[in-house]
């Protein structure tokens, strides 16, 4: 059985850095052709892609927050730690972790996100 | 950036009826490999988002056959036949032919 939670704080103040982790169980992040994603949701509005790890130590940042985020993962813990610098009220929003996930069709990789924690709600407020 | 659109924002639907909502991408999602690079997610109310269809096309395991997704270059729907309870929730498209990876709004589906 997959499952991925979050964990961390709830309430943060502007400008200070945030860090969640991401724990997951049922697979491991050292199998070849596994990932682990962050996506947020500010409430009431869209999801929004963060960033991603993969098995082989690749990571993947969305281009407008780059310079804030930061991916780790510990393959011995089965976790993936986000951290965020800077926050703003604008940053609260429920933050997810999902396992990303590889499948061949034809000799060709393709990916999608097929196992989502339960989120956890930040709240950015001094 | 690619940019997500989706139509309509919100859905009201008799049960047993079917539904249609259609996802538009600024740009071509079609790879070189000759698939879509399009998926639709589906967000129940208080819940996590769960993957319903991948590759534009394909249902995830354990997904009923009343969900469809078909499209092609820019323009895609997913479509769900005989709506039960059930299936109310946001759906979202999402792009992950080019970083950064982007959704939808999300459609919100509800019973009438």
């Known amino acids: 059985q997959i499952t991925l939670k979050e964990s961390g704080p709830t309430l943060v103040k502007p400008t200070q850095t945030l860090t969640l982790t991401c724990t997951f169980s049922?697979?491991?992040?050292?199998?070849?052709?596994?990932?682990v994603g962050w996506i947020r949701q500010p409430p009431g509005e869209a999801l929004e892609w963060l960033a991603l790890?993969?098995?082989?130590?690749?990571?993947r940042y969305s281009p407008s927050l780059k310079s804030r985020l930061t991916v780790t993962k510990d393959t011995s813990k089965n976790q993936v730690v986000l951290t965020m610098t800077n926050m703003d009220p604008v940053d609260t929003a429920t933050y997810y972790c999902a396992r990303r996930r590889s499948f061949k069709i034809s000799g060709w990789t393709f990916w999608d996100f097929d196992y989502w924690g339960q989120g956890i709600l930040v709240t950015v407020s001094s | 950036e690619i940019v997500m659109t989706q139509s309509p924002l919100s859905l009201p639907v008799t049960p047993g009826e079917s539904a249609s909502i259609s996802c538009r991408s600024s740009q071509s999602l079609l790879h070189s490999n000759g698939n879509h690079y399009l998926d639709w997610y589906l967000q129940k109310p208080g819940k996590s988002p769960q993957l319903l269809i991948y590759l534009g096309s394909n249902r995830a395991s354990g997904v009923p056959d009343r969900f469809s997704g078909s499209g092609s270059g820019t323009d895609f729907t997913l479509k769900i036949s005989r709506v039960e309870a059930e299936d109310v929730g946001v759906y979202y498209c999402l792009q992950d032919l080019q970083i950064p990876y982007t959704f939808g709004q999300g459609t919100k589906l509800e019973i009438k």
């Open positions: 049922g697979f491991s992040l050292s199998t070849n052709g596994v990932g």
């Open positions: 790890t993969y098995w082989d130590d690749d990571e």
